[in-house]
């Protein structure tokens, strides 16, 4: 494939199974689920969001490249913060407090659906055990995420007032700190998978990315 | 065991076992190596260097503890080095080039034994596959890692004045950053290796580093 041909598949993948499209996507942005729903989306996708420091450590572990691993660390900071810097976890932990959820409770995992843990862990583990270049590849999901996060951001403003403002720091931050990392990861793939086998692989680590989230959102939608 | 006969443990296992009483380096420091000898040994614990920011990588992902990984993340930016800082990896590059070494061939893995490969790969892998706090307790060789250094540095600096003062960067950094690095890595492993399997398990983890950094000699001793 062309750079242009591969770039194409790929964004495919992403506007067929990126789960903007899931039912129970849906019906959060048209301000449908009840408080206890909206809930327990925050504590199980909290596990998806406390489980990527560690799907890109294992990232950095597989890769020989320093220059990659250089252009990569930045997002484990980005998700555990640092010295002066709450960092990714922390904003999402706010956003469970505003809904009004103990901080311990969400922290010991109380809520998190099997088939969540099943999903995330399996994510890790993929970046764990396929080539840097193509785990590198199934974080592409984040071309998609600035548009999800700004209509998010929008659908919690008008529908979930109950919602305090100050609990949307982590969507907020999102909107922009995808686009950047996005575009990090698209010129890794196009860059690294410099083989037809790997150009494919890439194309199949979007579609299994894809059904992560997907899978997240079925074992959430289907625990009422 | 008490945190104190669990000390006592530790420290035993590296005054019996670390590298500074291995043959090769015991010649190193007596001013005996050639510079050929010098120059295999730099180019083999190359391979070493460059491997570490990969094992400290295994341990983050390994670990669900975030302020845990928030404190050891610093040890993949010491030796990857960031926007305007080296490095460990480059300081080490410069010590191959004072030593009279082409920079693309160390980079390139001209001169790797097998020997020196098999023992850095399996602490790699050691990393990868063992719980976390097991794998911080193998970098603990860093507790006598300060001494070592400084008689390298004094034994470089009175037998092989063929190697220029400015390749010893690397040597320097390390006698106050492993003095630093030992006690964070000691205090992890006294809080979390909090069972009697996982103390023993660390006590076989650091013998285990010791016989890493022992075959590497070996390796590179008998090469000749």
Known sequence: ?????????????????????????????????TP???????????YYQRSIPRKDAAILSNCPEREVRRAWL????????????????????RLAEGCGLKRAAVLAGEGLLPGVQFAVDAYVNFA??????????????????PDLMAERLAAFRA??????????DYFRSRVTQARVDSGEALGL?????DTP??????????????????????AIDHAA
């Open 1 to 33: 494939m062309t750079s242009e041909d591969f770039l194409a598949a790929l964004r495919a993948v992403g506007e067929q199974g990126y789960h903007h499209r899931h039912p129970f996507h849906v019906r959060m942005n048209a301000g449908e689920l």
């Open 36 to 46: 206890d729903e909206v809930r327990r989306w925050v504590v199980n996708r909290f």
């Open 74 to 93: 930045h997002r484990i900071v980005d998700h555990d913060g640092h010295e002066g810097s709450e960092g990714g976890i922390e904003a999402w932990l």
């Open 128 to 145: 764990r055990t396929e080539p840097w270049p193509v785990a590198v590849a199934s974080s592409l999901t984040e071309m998609f995420a």
């Open 159 to 168: 529908h979930y007032q109950w919602v305090p403002e100050s609990a949307f």
């Open 189 to 193: 793939t196009l860059r690294w998978c």
């Open 197 to 218: 086998e790997l150009q494919r692989r890439a194309v199949e680590a979007l579609r299994f990315k894809c059904d992560v989230l997907w899978s997240l959102l079925d």
